[in-house]
């Protein structure tokens, strides 16, 4: 059987999507998909900062992560803004309405303990990349704007 590679964006859908039932705020879950990427060799960067949504509010201190390409991997926006489709939730490239502005990127040292302590599960109870079951694809494009430096 021929299996692809998923790329990062697949691999971060299906990471993201074990961990969103867990009982975690943005700061939590960014933990987390930073352990779950970072064991894979997937490159992303755990950002801080503010996320607007027109029309609909503003978190003024919100954690996400960020795969290159300006990819966002967000699934607790909803938290704090509700359930309107405006609102993001999971891996996607912002919309024009949606504004991610950085304010710093962090370092994450997340160890096997930190994450069984966030999940109360451990790494390997979660996906992983593996060669036989990997698949390549792109994520759709939609553009927004993620803003680097101070809000």
């Known amino acids: ?11 971060a859908a299906r ?3 074990s961990l969103d039932g867990l009982a975690l705020e943005c700061d939590g879950l960014s933990r987390s998909l930073s352990m779950l990427l970072q064991r894979d060799d997937i490159e992303h960067t755990v950002c801080v900062g503010e996320l607007v ?3 609909v509010g503003r978190i003024a ?7 290159p390409g300006g990819v966002v ?3 607790r926006a909803r938290m704090w803004l509700g359930s309107d489709a405006r609102v993001p939730h999971g891996v ?5 309405t949606q504004h991610y502005r950085l304010r710093e990127t962090l370092e994450m040292v997340c160890t096997p303990t930190i994450f069984w302590i966030l999940t109360g599960k451990p790494l390997e109870a ?6 036989s079951d990997r698949m390549v694809g792109p994520t759709g494009a939609r553009s927004g704007t993620i803003q680097r430096g101070a809000a």
């Open 1 to 11: 059987m021929n299996m692809e590679i998923p790329s990062p964006e697949q691999f």
């Open 15 to 17: 990471s993201l999507q």
């Open 53 to 55: 949504v027109d029309g």
């Open 61 to 67: 201190l919100h954690w996400w992560v960020e795969l």
């Open 73 to 75: 991997c967000d699934a």
């Open 92 to 96: 996607f490239r912002p919309e024009s």
């Open 126 to 131: 979660f996906p992983s990349i593996q060669a």
